[in-house]
């Protein structure tokens, strides 16, 4: 208690250094495409003078990792188009849109991992089952990471490791996940009673448990826990009182989510989630080609929605989180040398990674500030040699909060252990082509769609150095440099 009464005293001090920080969101949301590229290329002077000495501070250990590339399914809202599937199926189709993107023959993986979080019992290494199901030789091994929100994130750093240390030089690094059809369970009571059951031997013993499973507590069923289980406490509630301890209003709040689905339109309609790997459902007469979550609704709509979770004068509404989503995504990952033997043209070096943890019941959603903050003095790096940013946007309250937490002395004093903040991201550098606030988020597959888009966005831009970050449940954080290949 302590603890946490003296991290709520501490984050009122930052209000009075924050006041500034977000007076340019809605300018930046409006600039036009054209003012946007004339800034992306002053930026890409400012970057590649500032980060031109740094080629041997960010090598990785070990082997170099290149990213080939990655695919996705389309990102749906659960109970849509893909309610009647299977969490494999849309894990098999991002294997197979893998191995087309890449032309790969199907035996070069020589491992795979993949990432979920709420998984089916039937198929609970989907990694392995989608592999099969996918037509890949049966001798390539297949194991399943969660990690909540980082998942395939994880799966991605373990692919690197293997490639790195030797044991592999080509590993697919995915991640699914489905809520349309979640695991329900009886109640424990019950359990034991069924359990029991399959191991009687006489009639009357049978008879007896029978009987006692009539009761009606028995069938009343335990729907998947959304809490934290070190907290009780929802995502949401969390997330809800962040925004208020780091002063983030409910407009810049629904500032920012405006934002992300208008950025995520306009990628969309020029092509730049091509990603995407379009999707035929089995009895639909259409391709599904699109993610179907992005939304623009003016601030007036916006601002009519009630509070989702802290009621009624918490700040966070549906149009500020993240939506359940239905998703699978894959990658090829490989060494450098096999790239080359191949023919293959990576898109990026996977450089260095961190994984943090901090409490969480206060501090549950920062882990992209602890992350990137260990990451850039791993690598010796500032913000300023950073030319993209990818963060997850698990809330528009968790995204504004990281950034001021970022940009404030105090906070680096008091949390970081370093002498001075980290420092202000522009956002002309972040999130460019919309977050999983408009795309969507399907928990296990997010970090692999942040890492593909990161890629791209280097190329197409024309830039160097890209760092990625997200928040995880349990008070987790990841974050990624990686470097274009050139």
């Given amino acids: 208690m302590a603890f946490r009464y003296s991290f709520q005293q501490s984050l009122i001090r930052l209000r009075h250094n924050n006041a500034h920080f977000l007076r340019s969101l809605a300018t930046n949301t409006t600039k036009s495409s054209t003012t946007q590229n004339q800034g992306q290329t002053g930026s890409q002077q400012t970057s590649s003078t500032s980060s031109s000495n740094k080629t041997k501070s960010i090598k990785g250990l070990g082997r170099d990792v290149v990213f080939i590339d990655g695919v996705r399914t389309p990102f749906l809202q659960s109970f849509t188009s893909y309610k009647d599937l299977m969490g494999y199926h849309l894990a098999r189709h991002a294997l197979l849109g893998l191995v087309k993107r890449t032309n790969i023959d199907k035996s070069l993986p020589e491992y795979c991992i ?75 009571s019950m359990r034991k009673l069924l359990l029991n059951l399959n191991r009687t031997k006489s009639t009357p013993q049978r008879l007896g448990l029978i009987t006692k499973m009539l009761s009606l507590k028995n069938f009343v069923p335990e729907a998947p826990a959304i809490a934290e289980f070190s907290t009780g406490e929802i995502m949401g509630q969390s997330a809800d009182r962040l925004a208020a301890a780091f002063d983030v209003s409910r407009q810049e709040q629904d500032e ?66 993240s939506f359940i989503t239905d998703g699978a995504s894959a990658s090829l990952i490989t060494s450098v040398d096999k790239a080359k033997e191949l ?26 500030t602890y992350a990137t903050a260990k990451l850039l003095d791993q690598c010796g790096l500032t913000l300023n040699d950073i030319d993209v940013f990818e963060f997850h946007e698990a809330f528009a309250g968790q995204i504004l909060a990281n950034l001021k937490a970022l940009d404030s002395d105090y906070f680096a004093k008091t949390y970081l252990n370093r002498s001075s903040k980290v420092g202000e991201i522009p956002l002309d550098k972040f999130n460019k082509w919309g977050g999983s606030l408009s795309i969507g988020h399907p928990f296990g597959a997010t970090g692999v769609r942040l890492v593909t888009t990161a890629a791209n966005r280097l190329i197409r831009e024309d830039k160097r150095l890209a760092l990625l970050a997200a928040c995880a449940a349990g008070g987790q954080g990841h974050a990624m440099l990686i470097e274009r290949y050139q």
Avoid: W
Wanted: glycine content about 6%; aromatic content about 6%.
């Fill in 256 to 321: 920012y989510a405006q934002r992300s689905h208008k950025l995520a339109q306009e990628a969309t309609e020029k092509g730049y989630l091509d990603d995407i790997v379009p999707m035929h459902i089995p009895g639909a007469a259409d391709v599904v080609s699109r993610d179907n979550g992005i939304r623009i609704s003016t601030l007036e709509q916006m601002s009519k929605l009630k509070p989702a979770f802290i009621k009624p004068h918490g700040t966070i509404t549906a149009a500020s989180s």
């Fill in 114 to 188: 993949m990432g979920t979080v709420i998984q089916e019992v039937k198929t609970s290494n989907i990694a392995r089952e989608a592999l099969l199901s996918a037509g890949f030789p049966d001798k390539i091994p297949a194991h399943t990471v969660t990690m909540a929100c980082i998942s395939s994130n994880a799966a991605i750093a373990s692919a690197a490791n293997n490639i790195a240390t030797g044991q592999n030089d080509a590993v697919i690094a995915g991640g699914v996940d489905f809520m349309s059809d979640v695991p329900i369970r009886y109640p424990r």
């Fill in 343 to 368: 023919g293959l043209k990576p898109k990026a070096y996977l450089r260095r990674y961190v994984f943090t943890s901090q409490d969480p019941k206060d501090q549950l959603l920062l882990g992209p």
